[in-house]
């Protein structure tokens, strides 16, 4: 047997200098907004607007921007909806993979095709909101879940991750008397741990960023969710000061408050994502390439 080679110093070097300037090209960017949304006025001022190091930090952006109610509803209004629509699509997709995943389960070809067509074609922006006008959904909260309740390429990796799971298992069950619906509740489920994970964080992570939906679809101002809301702060450039409780007080920088909504928008993902972290890589490549 052949000897493994051993990678020249040199080349290691360039390797560690590479991904060095790869996690600053990550780490900087986020590394800068948090430390201007916690930056003095002052600093702010004379760095130009964006701060790589506050000297004096301090929270007075964030309780700034929490003092008006925007932020403060639109935070609540994103919330509810990543809740609700998390777990509406966690129970949705995992009944019609678990119908899908079983061997002449009536209609399931039919209906795989056109969950694979949903993949392909999409229903366009003006049929949708057709559809969702049509339905009274104009201004109404379910307007953000129901047109996105289900997404074909959650189905097709739970499905995989369904199949892979032993027959014997749903057979013993189904002699011992248990229906379709206790076999999917007390033997699938609890097996399937983690592509539920999986699937549940690419839910919520796509409702708590979605703001094209409440951009089409919520007219009333106090119903939008923290990203249509940043969008309208941030890259609209609207001033924060007419929102805010205080406003005959002195408020930070319009940078600073910017920054302050960005990082609460970012923060509620990032808290999450390390508990589901360690079934990451098992439920997206075990759902993804077996059957």
Same mark, same amino acid.
């Given at each position: 047997m052949s000897a493994v080679a051993t990678p020249h110093p040199v080349a290691r070097g360039l390797k560690g200098i590479v991904l060095l300037l790869a996690c600053a090209?990550?780490?900087?960017?986020?590394?800068?907004?948090?430390?201007?949304?916690?930056?003095?006025?002052?600093?702010?001022?004379?760095?130009?607007?964006?701060?790589l190091w506050p000297e004096h930090p301090t929270l007075e952006s964030y309780r700034a921007v929490l003092a008006g109610d925007a932020v403060t509803q639109a935070l609540m209004v994103s919330t509810g909806v990543t809740a609700v629509g998390t777990a509406l699509s966690l129970a949705c997709t995992a009944m019609l993979a678990y119908a899908l995943s079983r061997p002449g389960s009536f209609g399931s070809k039919p209906l795989l095709?056109?969950?694979?067509?949903?993949?392909?074609?999409?229903?366009?922006?003006?049929?949708?909101?057709?559809?969702?006008?049509?339905?009274g959904l104009l201004d109404s909260y379910w307007s953000l879940i129901l047109p996105v309740l289900i997404n074909g390429f959650n189905v097709i990796v739970m499905r995989a991750?369904?199949? $892979?799971?032993? @027959? !014997? +298992?749903?057979?013993?069950?189904?002699? $011992?008397?248990? @229906? !379709? +619906?206790?076999?999917l509740l007390r033997v699938v489920l609890p097996l399937s741990k983690a592509v539920l994970a999986v699937v549940?964080?690419?839910?919520?992570?796509?409702?708590?960023?979605?703001?094209?939906t409440a951009l089409?679809?919520?007219?009333?101002?106090?119903?939008?969710?923290?990203?249509?809301?940043?969008?309208?702060?941030?890259?609209?450039?609207?001033?924060?000061?007419?929102?805010?409780?205080?406003?005959?007080e002195v408020l930070p920088p319009q940078q600073s408050l910017q920054m302050a909504i960005l990082v609460i928008s970012i923060v509620p993902i990032l808290l999450i994502y390390p508990f589901l972290q360690r079934h990451f890589a098992k439920g997206?490549?075990?759902?993804?390439v077996k059957g």
């Open positions: 090209l990550v780490v900087l960017p986020f590394l800068s907004v948090v430390s201007t949304s916690l930056a003095d006025p002052g600093q702010v001022a004379e760095a130009g607007g964006f701060v095709l056109t969950v694979l067509f949903t993949l392909l074609f999409s229903p366009g922006m003006i049929p949708s909101y057709l559809m969702v006008k049509q339905l991750f369904f199949m $892979d799971l032993p @027959g !014997e +298992l749903m057979d013993s069950a189904r002699i $011992d008397g248990a @229906g !379709e +619906l206790q076999i549940g964080l690419f839910y919520a992570v796509a409702y708590w960023n979605s703001f094209f089409l679809y919520m007219n009333d101002t106090t119903k939008w969710p923290l990203q249509l809301v940043l969008r309208t702060y941030v890259v609209g450039g609207a001033n924060l000061g007419g929102d805010q409780a205080g406003a005959t997206v490549l075990v759902g993804a």
